[in-house]
């Protein structure tokens, strides 16, 4: 979680305008819609929420973009949209939530597969909020998808560096490791709930590929993300690649 800071001048007006804009969800719904990532709102997140700040949104490419004035703004709108959908299913059947540590690759692990009516891309790391939301869609009426994509921390990290280089869409990168391992953890969690559920699916998937290495993304066992599973992140995982993360932001300071 992004630590609470002073907002100077600019930042301060980027958020009155992201508070006013807000207050119309049409507008704002309209204009989250309208980005090409979002899908006409069938992709829904907080990292696409954040380009509804005019200031982040119009960064020229490459300079980093400042999370800062609508950090917590995008989540709710984020969060907003989503119970609004769930809530509102129509004829649509399936809603899909993505989960996975920061860095993942959950985008490109699921290139291929079919787009769902509605989903969550986010780590899902939260597993009070994600039962609370999974209880949400099958009370009224989806077929639920949630898709684990588990990655290396190291090649999540330089995955990281990269995008916050050339997107300027950074992280905090000694926090990086624990959103991992938090994710995992809450699916190992969500597994135990819903695994006798048949209106809920969970597939698993190890991302294997890189920038510019082509991989595949392999389906595994929940045995595999188990303690003792050879996917498994530790807290020693963590510990040791909050360090190095730390080591990486210092050698990379515009990617943190």
């Known amino acids: 979680m992004m630590k609470r ?3 100077n001048k600019e930042q301060r007006a980027a958020r009155d305008a992201l508070v ?10 309209r204009l989250y819609d309208a980005l090409p990532e979002a899908h006409g709102g069938r992709i829904i997140s907080t990292d696409l929420a954040r380009f509804l700040d005019a200031r982040y949104r ?70 009070r909020w994600a039962r609370e939301m999974i209880e949400l869609a099958l009370a009224h009426g989806w077929l639920v998808e949630v898709a684990y994509v588990f990655r290396d921390i190291e090649l999540a990290l330089y995955g990281a560096v990269e995008r916050a280089k050339q997107e300027g869409r950074g992280v905090p990168l000694p926090e990086l490791p624990r959103s991992h391992r938090d994710a995992q953890r809450s699916i190992l969690r969500l597994l135990q709930i819903y695994s006798d559920n048949p209106r809920v699916a969970f597939p698993l998937l190890h991302n ?3 920038e510019n290495v082509r991989g595949k993304s392999l389906v595994v066992g929940e ?13 020693r995982h963590e510990d040791y690649y909050a360090e190095a993360a730390r080591a990486i932001e210092a050698l990379n300071p515009a990617a943190g």
Request: zero cysteines.
């Open 58 to 127: 119009d960064t020229p490419t490459g300079r980093p973009r400042d999370l800062t004035p609508g950090w917590d703004l995008a989540w709710r709108y984020a969060q907003d949209r989503l119970e609004r959908e769930l809530t509102n299913r129509g004829r649509r059947k399936v809603m899909r939530f993505m989960a996975g540590g920061w860095g993942a690759g959950k985008t490109h692990a699921l290139q291929g597969a079919v787009l769902p009516h509605v989903a969550w891309d986010g780590t899902l790391s939260d597993t």
């Open 208 to 210: 294997m590929g890189a």
């Open 5 to 7: 800071t002073r907002l």
């Open 20 to 29: 006013v804009l807000l207050r119309k969800p049409v507008e704002a719904d």
């Open 223 to 235: 045995a595999e993300l188990a303690e003792n599973g050879a996917l498994h992140y530790s807290k």
